[in-house]
């Protein structure tokens, strides 16, 4: 934010990017899921639930969702965006199809 003598405080900034893009990432994954639901689906920030009866859909569609998300790599796409592919980071040991079978991905 800027201070009242109109400058930014460039490591409030710089501490503040990475929060800001998983939560950015955190809501393109809720619009996804949203949209790609035939049911309602009560959304509070950055938490979602449906009716009782549809939670092991959702639960589905949340890992669905999760998946083709992230198989766009959107970290990528956003560093290339902003001339900052040095900077992304090495990739772990996760594969992306295992989130479909996981019981605890989501809680």
């Known amino acids: ?15 503040g990017a990475a ?5 950015s990432f955190d809501a393109a994954h809720l619009t996804l899921l949203v949209n790609a639901s035939p049911f309602i689906v009560t959304t509070v920030h950055d938490s979602f639930g ?4 549809n939670m092991g859909e ?14 766009s790599d959107p970290l990528s796409q956003l560093l290339a965006q902003t001339n900052s592919l040095d900077l992304f980071p ?8 295992a989130v479909l079978d996981s019981d605890f991905a989501f809680c």
């Not at 934010?1 to 501490?15: F, M, S, V, Y």
């Not at 929060?19 to 939560?23: A, C, D, L, Q, S």
């Not at 959702?58 to 969702?65: A, D, G, H, N, S």
């Open 1 to 15: 934010q800027p201070k009242e003598d109109g400058k930014l405080d460039k490591r409030k900034q710089a501490t």
């Open 19 to 23: 929060p800001n893009i998983v939560h």
């Open 50 to 53: 449906c009716h009782p009866g």
């Open 58 to 71: 959702l639960f589905r569609i949340t890992r669905e969702e999760f998946i083709r998300f992230y198989e």
């Open 90 to 97: 090495e990739r772990g040991l996760l594969s992306l199809s």
